[in-house]
């Protein structure tokens, strides 16, 4: 499974998960609020318990004191002995201070305060009928007296009492069987949640296990594919022919397979953290990152980059080596993989091949031109008249001579377009006189199948171009156009000038090209069926030449056909006028280049970007013209008339007049070149033929190089901001000696590069570098120029470590303004 199948399942786990610590969460704090409550309802049963108690004593105690005292009336009624009446008195005494301790008792309980007041009111009667009797039986009327006790009245009121003591008590304890009642079903619900939490404890514990034993088993499964994986890719590398060597941003060697150990005759030990230039010859062998020394953009490496560089052996030997570079994005950064191919034995074939090619065009061609000739005498006549049977035999070997002649010749013509071999005599030409000439060496062979062909009227339409090999392209669209059109029709050929281009087209109504052919129609041997090359003729390599025949020229070959329809087949060239050159006057590039046609194609180059081109044919006259004129960039070829390019341009690099100047060499030979001017200040090297995309980016580059890039410089020692100040005058150049000051200068203003001191007052270097990034979020490029070692690789935005004890300000002052151009764009 892939990472990006697998993100939905990583979710949906990660989810699931969620749920559950979420239901698990949410009964930990129902379960906490609800033993929190079952607690709380514990403490206020245990409170109404002790309340409830309190109030049925003292209602006890009331009852208890009017007994006394009923007690004390009776025994005095009876006896008439004071005595009897103590227990009275006391009775009557704590009476009222128990009433309203029993009525304090009842706060808040309506019913019971009711029941209260009656049992106050009939107490109070109670004590009055009392008070009655002791009356009597004190005045000595005990015969009253004992005909009121005997009346029932107070019996009446004392059993009143009784009723509303009975009563209270009672509901008392009904209160108190409510609450208990309450108390027990709250108990109850909190035995399920907590019943509840348990088993959803035991559930998670559960799935805990199983999503650990799952993590476990899956981590296993991961590992074993990891090790075969790996196992894989150790197995691929080690048994691979091809050297293949990962190399860390600079450049530094960090693992390398047994076939890089034999190619290079090196033990990987003694490679790891050693530079790759130990391996391999670069453009430049000195300072900067591995592309910058290779010659290469920071993004050449997303879509794979192939060079062809010199290997070098622990003996000393070189050889010559295809390069395969790719990116490698790890943790720590963008690294390097490069793949390295000895073509020593490439060389040879194509050494031999050359050979053979050569033979060819010399030993067969010259023979079968004496067999075609002759037999082209014969078919004519001029060894006298031929029998029928041998005329036709002789025919037949004179057809199948020049189609062999023509084989060969397009084979040779295949060849050295891949090798780019085949010379260009360019000159100006009207391509209607080519159509017309194409016309003319084709029309015996349309006469012999029957077909006409036509050249419209129209203007001119200069070209540059070799004429006998666009005469090659026409001859080939024409002698196809008849062999596909039925006999009796008509091929006709326009040659209309237009905007910039020139199009010649070839118009025949023969069947039209099959869809399934289309993708196909330009390659090599193309047929659009397998019978065509007995019954048309022809190698299905025409197509293919022409095509490539028409690129070199600037121009390209096209068609549009339906099927059953005919065909129409386009050559596209540049016009050759004399006002493509003039450029917008937004300025002027001086071209050093001693060929003509070369020199033309730079200056249209160059016009389309707005710029006016002053052509130099020999370093002498290029360093005249530069001392006397302010050019905005010299293209330099290196190899010229009176001197090589890479003189010229030491001599413009020391003169103070064309030292700012921006030298961008263009050359057959920019390898070598490279070599020998590797310290040279060149912006950029292009190979002929140049990218134009390539160059037209460069000259954009200059538009936005008019002002001086602006460098901040940090470092706690003022000599050396002062003596980098001096040597840096060709940018704008801000020193600061703490980490405060250059928070406060990125503040103010936003540097195009930064240089960085480590060891500063108020903190480490490295501090600074999240707070690097300009307006557009991009980061700004870092020199760390310290005394104390530093890793290159501490940040991305670090493009180059330089050790001041171990690197010149002359190597500083080159790197800051190799690095100012990247960073504004500049090649």
């Not at 050759?576 to 050159?581: V, Y």
């Not at 002053?614 to 013209?625: C, F, G, K, N, P």
Request: one cysteine or more.
């Amino acid at each position: 499974m892939t990472p990006v199948a697998r993100q939905p399942e990583k979710r949906r786990y990660q989810l699931v998960v969620s749920l559950v610590a979420a239901i698990f969460g949410v009964l930990l704090v129902l379960t906490g609020v609800e033993l929190r409550r079952e607690f709380a309802s514990a403490g206020a049963l245990r409170a109404a318990v002790e309340r409830s108690y309190n109030t049925r004593l003292q209602i006890q105690s009331v009852f208890s004191l009017m007994q006394d005292a009923e007690t004390g009336q009776r025994g005095y009624i009876i006896t008439g002995n004071p005595r009897f009446l103590e227990p009275y008195d006391h009775a009557l005494d704590r009476l009222d201070s128990q009433m309203t301790a029993l009525g304090n008792l009842y706060l808040g309980n309506a019913e019971q305060t009711g029941n209260a007041r009656n049992l106050s009111r009939q107490i109070a009667r109670k004590r009055e009928i009392m008070q009655r009797t002791i009356s009597l039986r004190q005045v000595g009327d005990a015969a009253a007296a004992s005909a009121l006790v005997s009346s029932g009245e107070g019996k009446a009121a004392m059993d009143e009492i009784r009723r509303l003591v009975d009563l209270m008590t009672q509901q008392e304890a009904n209160h108190l069987a409510q609450l208990s009642d309450k108390a027990r079903f709250r108990t109850a619900r909190t035995e399920i949640l907590v019943v509840a939490l348990f088993l959803a404890l035991v559930l998670t514990a559960a799935g805990t296990a199983f999503l650990v034993w799952r993590y476990l088993a899956t981590r296993g499964v991961l590992l074993e594919r990891l090790q075969a994986a790996a196992a894989r890719h150790a197995a691929t590398l080690d048994s691979a022919f091809d050297a293949i060597i990962t190399l860390n941003p600079s450049g530094s060697i960090e693992t390398l397979n047994p076939a890089a150990e034999r190619m290079f005759g090196w033990r990987a030990e003694e490679l790891i953290r050693r530079d790759v230039s130990l391996l391999i010859d670069l453009a430049n062998n000195g300072e900067g990152s591995f592309l910058d020394r290779l010659g290469a953009s920071q993004g050449a490496l997303a879509a794979g980059l192939l060079r062809e560089l010199n290997g070098k052996r622990r003996d000393g030997e070189t050889f010559a080596a295809d390069v395969a570079l790719g990116a490698m994005d790890l943790p720590t950064g963008r690294h390097v993989v490069a793949v390295v191919r000895d073509i020593t034995e490439r060389r040879r074939v194509a050494e031999m091949k050359d050979a053979f090619v050569s033979t060819v065009s010399h030993e067969l061609r010259t023979p079968l031109t004496s067999i075609a000739g002759s037999l082209g005498l014969l078919v004519a006549g001029a060894g006298g008249e031929l029998p029928d049977k041998a005329a036709r035999l002789i025919g037949i070997a004179h057809s199948n001579s020049q189609r062999l002649v023509r084989l060969i010749n397009d084979i040779l013509d295949v060849e050295k377009l891949a090798s780019g071999k085949l010379v260009m005599a360019m000159s100006s030409l009207d391509l209607r006189e080519i159509a017309a000439r194409s016309i003319e060496g084709v029309r015996g062979y349309a006469d012999q199948l029957g077909v006409i062909l036509t050249l419209a009227q129209g203007d001119a339409a200069p070209v540059r171009g070799d004429a006998d090999r666009l005469i090659q392209v026409v001859t080939n669209l024409l002698s196809n156009a008849a062999k596909f059109s039925p006999a009796g029709g008509e091929v006709a050929v326009t040659v209309n000038p237009e905007a910039r281009i020139a199009r010649l087209s070839v118009i025949d109504h023969g069947p039209g090209i099959p869809d399934a052919f289309r993708a196909r129609i330009f390659s090599k041997f193309a047929q659009a069926d397998s019978t065509d090359t007995r019954a048309k003729g022809g190698t299905g390599l025409g197509l293919a030449i022409a095509r490539e025949i028409a690129e070199l020229h600037g121009g390209r070959l096209w068609f549009e056909s339906a099927e059953g329809d005919g065909a129409t087949f386009h050559l596209d060239l540049p016009l050759d006028l004399p006002d493509l050159a003039v450029g917008r006057g937004v300025g002027r590039i001086l071209i050093c280049e001693d060929d003509p046609d070369a020199a033309r194609v730079l200056a249209e180059m160059v016009a389309q970007e707005g710029y006016d081109a002053d052509v130099a044919a020999t370093a002498r006259e290029a360093l005249t013209m530069a001392r006397a004129g302010r050019y905005a960039l010299g293209l330099v070829d290196l190899h010229l008339p009176d001197a090589d390019g890479v003189s010229l341009i030491r001599a413009l690099k020391a003169d103070e007049d064309t030292r700012a100047m921006p030298v961008i060499v263009v050359s057959g030979d920019v390898a070598r070149g490279r070599v020998r001017g590797r310290s040279l200040e060149v912006a950029d090297w292009m190979e002929k033929p140049v990218d134009l995309s390539r160059l037209r980016l460069a000259v954009q580059a200059l538009a936005r190089a008019d002002t001086k890039p602006f460098v901040l410089h940090v470092d706690d020692d003022r000599d050396i901001l002062e003596v980098t100040r001096q040597a840096l005058s060709s940018v704008e150049l801000r020193g600061v000696e703490s980490l405060a000051e250059a928070r406060d200068a990125l503040r103010d203003r936003r540097p195009d590069l930064v240089i960085l001191d480590l060891g500063l007052p108020d903190g480490h270097g490295l501090d600074l570098l999240p707070e690097l990034t300009d307006e557009d979020g991009r980061t700004i490029p870092v020199v760390i120029y310290s005394a104390q070692d530093a890793d290159h690789q501490a940040a991305p935005a670090v493009q180059a470590v330089l050790t001041k004890s171990r690197m010149s300000l002359t190597q500083l002052a080159r790197t800051v303004r190799r690095m100012t151009r990247s960073s504004r764009g500049r090649p």
